[in-house]
């Protein structure tokens, strides 16, 4: 293999026109570039499709010796890689998908001086022989994307990064550029700290994405309301649709198919052939819409994306955030679109409390979930409470979201709040049982269903004493008490308790506002009705 010759760039702006083919640096871009060529260290924070890359590719080309980036998307490096080659920039990569000879390739061109940036997988960095291996040549720079990987308590947590605070340590002069498109203030702090990057200077750009629409509608029939959105609003549209299962993500990639929209299913439980094959043609043609589990869209840089819809609850607001942040790179309008219900709670719920982690992992999901929950069952602007989650103050309505088209109409569900958790309540502590929601609101609503005979609920004070609310009203209620954590869902059973914090509705010390649903809600319509 004949290596490339050396680009000779002679400076940042050089690198970026000559290289690259830029004009001009955006946001950041310059002073971190300026920065990192200086031999300094950087934490940077910016949104997806924010242009984090040449952050550390042209410092690289500037400096002596060679980039070395860690990254945990092994599957892409082949891609970057030869993107970057095709410009001319004389990079390879290390990683656990290559043999010995192709390795032995790479080192010889590392320790040669012949590359500029070498990609290798945080689990490589962490062995000797790649340390060995990298005292064999120059490093200009360490390059950590998707930073947020070492924090413990973050969404994304990988073990093999925390071995990467011996960077500093092995090679104290070599500088380092950390990078992440999510990070809440406490993550950034956790990155700083088991980086050691604390006296790096941290660049942190605005996260919000003006052009995407935020939106999250209750959860009737999704499979109608998500065709409805893309007939009515994204015709010929590319689009992303998450599900939670595989089984989702066949049945609704057939079903889009079937009412004649054009759609791909992809999930780990494919084979990497047809995986690839989809993902390259949704990359490729226009009007495609990707049915998907969140195993797709890392490193996918598509612009056009004009859609992102979730028919499942997303675990965290970072991921959620990642994965609607794959809308609209283009900077044109687009569309991130939640339906959102009662099941979403229990199923999530469940899968936390009956999951294989310790006690500190299960509160930590379920602080990540809370945070996800809260903003669905919001009334204000959306856009601010996801920009207040990552630590920016927006203090204003942003106009395009769901709440701000269309402002909700809200009600006071805190007395029927504590019905519903006396209810529970006297279940417990008066029978000795428990029961699921659905059992519960039957009771409340005065319903003699077969099972509330079976039981004689219909002999309790409670019985009937909620039928001022309609059934939609009280799945609202049980599902705002569930997202603050003031009823809990045993995972066994599916039934429903009390949790340390129920006293606090039971006492009136917390006031409950319901968004009001409608029975069509549709966002964009910006109806002066209210
Ligand atoms: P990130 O890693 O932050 O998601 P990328 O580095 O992949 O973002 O950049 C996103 C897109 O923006 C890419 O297509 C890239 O080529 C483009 N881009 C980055 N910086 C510039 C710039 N200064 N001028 C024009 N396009 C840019
Ligand atoms: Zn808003």
């Known amino acids: 293999m004949t290596s490339a010759p050396s680009l000779s760039v002679s400076s940042a702006t050089d690198a970026l026109n000559r290289v690259f083919g830029y004009p001009s640096f955006r946001g950041q871009q310059g002073d971190i570039v300026e920065h990192v ?121 990988r073990p093999d990064y925390l071995a990467l605070s011996m960077l500093h340590e092995r090679w104290p002069d070599v500088p380092r550029i950390a990078l992440t498109a999510t990070a809440t203030p406490a993550t950034r702090d956790e990155i700083a700290t088991r980086l ?24 009737n029939n999704p499979s109608r309301q998500l065709l409805d959105l893309l007939r009515t609003e994204h015709a010929g549209d590319s689009g992303i649709v998450y599900c939670l299962s595989r089984a989702s993500v066949e049945k609704h990639a057939e079903f889009l198919s079937q009412n004649g929209i054009p759609a791909l299913p992809y999930h780990a439980g494919l084979d990497a052939r047809t995986r690839f094959g989809n993902q390259s043609r949704f990359l490729r043609e226009d009007g495609l819409v990707m049915v998907a589990t969140i195993a797709f869209g890392m490193g996918i840089d598509k612009p056009d994306v004009r859609f992102v819809a979730h028919l499942d609850l997303p675990k965290s607001l970072e991921g959620y955030y990642q994965e609607t942040g794959r809308a609209g790179r283009d900077g044109l309008p687009s569309t991130a679109w939640l339906a959102y219900g009662l099941q979403d709670v229990m199923q999530q719920r469940r899968m936390i409390e009956g999951s294989e982690g310790d006690l500190a992992f299960r509160r930590n999901a379920a602080r990540h979930l809370d945070a996800m929950l809260a903003l669905c069952e919001s009334v204000t602007c959306r856009r601010a409470q996801i920009l207040q989650y990552f630590g920016e103050t927006y203090e204003t309505a942003c106009g395009n ?41 039957d009771i409340l609503l005065g319903k003699r269903t077969d099972k509330v005979s079976r039981f004689r609920h219909d002999q309790l004070t409670v019985f009937g004493i909620g039928a001022d609310l309609s059934e939609v009203e009280w799945r609202n209620v049980v599902r705002q008490l569930l997202a603050g954590d003031f009823l809990a869902v045993e995972p066994a059973h599916q039934t429903i308790t009390l949790t340390a914090r129920s006293g606090e509705v039971l006492r009136g010390e917390r006031k409950l506002l319901m968004r009001r649903e409608v029975a069509a809600p549709r966002a964009s319509r910006s109806s002066s009705r209210a």
Not at 131 to 139: A, E, S
Not at 202 to 213: G, K, L, M, V
Not at 401 to 415: F, K, R
């Open 196 to 219: 050691q990057l604390t006296d790096a200077r941290h660049f942190t750009a605005s996260f919000d994405r003006p052009n995407i629409q935020y939106r999250i509608v209750p959860k």
């Open 401 to 441: 979201c769901d709440s701000c088209l269309n402002p909700p109409e809200s009600w006071d569900g805190t007395v029927p709040a504590q019905k519903l958790l006396s209810t529970v309540y006297r279940l417990h502590k008066e029978r000795g049982q428990r029961f699921g929601a659905q059992q519960t609101i």
């Open 37 to 157: 060529i200086g031999g300094g260290d950087a934490l940077v924070l910016m949104p997806t499709g924010g242009g984090k890359s040449l952050c550390y590719q042209i410092p690289a080309l500037v400096r002596p010796g060679t980039g070395v980036v860690v990254s945990p998307l092994i599957a892409l490096m082949q891609d970057q890689v030869d993107a970057l080659r095709t410009l001319g920039v004389r990079a390879n990569f290390l990683n656990s998908s290559q043999d010995l000879e192709e390795r032995r390739v790479v080192e010889a061109e590392f320790v040669a001086g012949e590359l500029d940036l070498l990609y290798v997988a945080p689990e490589g960095l962490g062995t000797a022989g790649v340390q060995r291996l990298l005292d064999r040549g120059k490093i200009s720079l360490f390059a950590i994307d998707e930073a947020h990987c070492v924090s413990q308590w973050g969404h994304d947590f």
